[in-house]
């Protein structure tokens, strides 16, 4: 994928040091032995030291990254060219390697490795990168290396909340609108069809304005949650089971359709965004009291749970800007109002979750996913 390079010794520590902190290590004695072994040696003493199979195939897809990143070139020319084709790999991935959301020892090298030339680009080449920043920006929110690199910044969307018409300026129009409509009819001297269309415009608004308010997302207990525990489905293969806390004094239970995306260990002690006002219900037996969201690509090889930000406290309710009312004590199924709402739910091209283009705002900022322009279910 790139020219022919060298990886520095420097380099070589910084992705050994990033390895063993992806894998709870003590870099001290592998560090020594950086200078003199190749990266492919280093990570085979790595997976050694981690009590890892370094036999598997997932290993073997590892050594094809490390290639790339042995043979990365800094220099800002190549450097972009093989990071453009980079970039249109990541397209359809949240990580690269697996379907899950937990990045593999190859996310962790490959970052190591493009980081210092992503943050040393220009702002105009780093906007053209759009996937590989959403990568890194993924990464480096899962795993802990603040004390290694400087963190990627990320612009992320600004939302103008949507202008209301006052009061007053709704009754001046609603003023004026009759004034031309008494008008008119005095010239036309017929009032009584004037009359009678003025009075299906009214109902038509009406109806409008009732059909708004069934699909309005105020309708529905969005809250940030932490799952504290999750656990395979007893008797479903495509089934977790999660107990999640969304601050109350007893945490809920939660059955979701992930075991095919992610791993139980992968969603342990993560935030997500989840329904709490669901019509709690079981699933295979095993009860559920709220609906985990998700974003997913178009053909739903890729699926991973909404991220609140870092700030954002268990309990919190998500707020969509200009939008207000009180949610349902419990949706009700007949209504098929979760079915009428949810197709307004998606992420825009920064991965922003949004209600029709209405961010999902916390305290701490939106939410979002490393999944652009998908669905949310």
């Given at each position: 994928?790139?020219?022919?390079?060298?990886?520095?010794?420097?380099?070589?520590?910084?992705?050994?040091?990033?390895?063993?902190?992806?894998?709870?290590?003590?870099?001290?004695?592998?560090?020594?032995?950086?200078?003199?072994?190749?990266?492919?040696?280093?990570?085979?003493?790595?997976?050694?030291?981690?009590?890892?199979?370094?036999?598997?195939?997932?290993?073997?897809?590892?050594?094809?990254?490390?290639?790339?990143?042995?043979?990365?070139?800094a220099d800002s020319k190549a450097c972009f060219d093989v990071l453009s084709k980079f970039n249109e790999e990541l397209t359809p991935k949240a990580v690269l390697l697996g379907n899950g959301l937990r990045p593999s020892e190859a996310d962790v090298v490959v970052f190591s490795t493009v980081h210092s030339s992503v943050i040393g680009l220009p702002k105009a080449h780093q906007e053209k990168l759009p996937h590989v920043v959403r990568w890194m920006d993924y990464i480096q929110s899962i795993e802990d290396f603040k004390e290694l690199f400087e963190n990627v910044s990320v612009e992320k969307a600004r939302f103008e909340p949507p202008r209301k018409e006052g009061k007053g300026a709704t009754q001046e129009k609603k003023e004026s609108i009759e004034t031309e409509t008494v008008g008119k009819d005095k010239k036309k001297k017929a009032t009584g069809d004037k009359d009678a269309t003025q009075e299906m415009k009214k109902s038509s608004e009406t109806e409008a304005s009732e059909k708004d308010k069934e699909l309005s997302v105020s309708l529905l207990n969005i809250q940030v949650g932490l799952i504290r525990k999750a656990w395979k489905h007893p008797s479903a293969d495509s089934l977790l089971v999660e107990e999640i806390d969304i601050g109350e004094a007893k945490v809920r239970q939660v059955v979701s359709g992930l075991a095919k995306y992610c791993n139980p260990d992968e969603l342990t002690n993560r935030r997500v965004v989840l329904i709490t006002n669901?019509?709690?219900?079981?699933?295979?037996?095993?009860?559920?009291?709220?609906?985990?969201?998700?974003?997913?690509?178009?053909?739903?090889?890729?699926?991973?749970?909404?991220?609140?930000?870092?700030?954002?406290?268990?309990?919190?309710?998500?707020?969509?800007?200009?939008?207000?009312g009180k949610p349902e004590d419990v949706l009700n199924p007949k209504k098929k109002q979760l079915e009428k709402i949810t197709p307004h739910l998606f992420t825009d091209e920064k991965g922003v979750a949004t209600f029709k283009g209405i961010p999902f705002m916390t305290s701490a900022g939106p939410c979002t996913s490393s999944i652009l322009k998908a669905s949310i279910k």
């Open positions: 994928m790139a020219a022919n390079g060298s990886i520095n010794s420097n380099k070589k520590q910084l992705i050994v040091s990033a390895l063993c902190k992806h894998l709870s290590l003590d870099p001290k004695k592998i560090v020594c032995d950086a200078e003199e072994s190749d990266l492919k040696t280093l990570y085979s003493n790595i997976l050694k030291a981690s009590g890892k199979d370094s036999s598997s195939a997932l290993c073997d897809e590892v050594m094809k990254w490390i290639e790339f990143a042995e043979s990365f070139i669901v019509k709690p219900g079981k699933l295979r037996d095993v009860m559920s009291e709220g609906l985990v969201l998700c974003a997913s690509n178009e053909d739903h090889t890729v699926v991973e749970p909404l991220l609140p930000p870092g700030g954002a406290k268990p309990g919190e309710r998500v707020s969509f800007s200009g939008i207000d």
